[in-house]
């Protein structure tokens, strides 16, 4: 069996978390290391390993994953807004090898991101 991601374990219970919200697809928690009042990461259940490994049947899932980051923005109060981010890859230096969708606001963001 292959060996089990960071969040997998995140999801199980072996390693604790602030979860703030949990589905059948989908878990979401509060980031180790949050870059703004509210940083949350959603990940599907299924550990697809970045967003480069997603095909048409994984759809319907990031499209949910976008919508439970909707509902997760309004019950955190984000009226002025957020951003939803997917790290991909070497360049987009993503760190942990499991799909997850940022959400992060609370503060006025910056852009070009860097
Ligand atoms: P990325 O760099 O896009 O792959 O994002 C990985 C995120 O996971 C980073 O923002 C980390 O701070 C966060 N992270 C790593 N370990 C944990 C943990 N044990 N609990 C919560 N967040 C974590």
């Given at each position: 069996?292959?060996?089990?991601?960071?969040?997998?374990?995140?999801?199980?219970?072996?390693?604790?978390?602030e979860?703030?919200?949990?589905?059948?697809?989908?878990?979401?928690?509060?980031?180790?290391?949050?870059?703004?009042?509210?940083?949350?990461?959603?990940?599907?259940r299924?550990?697809?390993?970045?967003?480069?490994?997603?095909?048409?049947?994984?759809?319907?899932?990031?499209?949910?994953?976008?919508?439970?980051?909707?509902?997760?923005?309004?019950?955190?109060?984000?009226?002025?807004?957020?951003?939803?981010?997917?790290?991909?890859?070497?360049?987009?230096?993503?760190?942990?090898?499991?799909?997850?969708?940022?959400?992060?606001?609370?503060?006025?963001?910056?852009?070009?991101?860097?």
């Amino acid at each position: 069996m292959a060996e089990k991601t960071l969040f997998q374990k995140i999801a199980n219970g072996e390693i604790p978390s602030e979860m703030v919200y949990e589905d059948d697809q989908c878990f979401a928690f509060r980031d180790i290391n949050p870059q703004a009042p509210t940083h949350i990461l959603i990940c599907p259940r299924k550990p697809i390993p970045s967003l480069d490994d997603i095909t048409e049947d994984d759809g319907e899932l990031v499209g949910h994953l976008s919508l439970v980051a909707t509902r997760i923005a309004a019950e955190e109060g984000l009226t002025n807004g957020y951003r939803t981010v997917y790290n991909c890859g070497e360049h987009g230096q993503q760190s942990v090898p499991h799909l997850h969708l940022h959400l992060i606001g609370g503060r006025q963001l910056n852009w070009p991101p860097g």
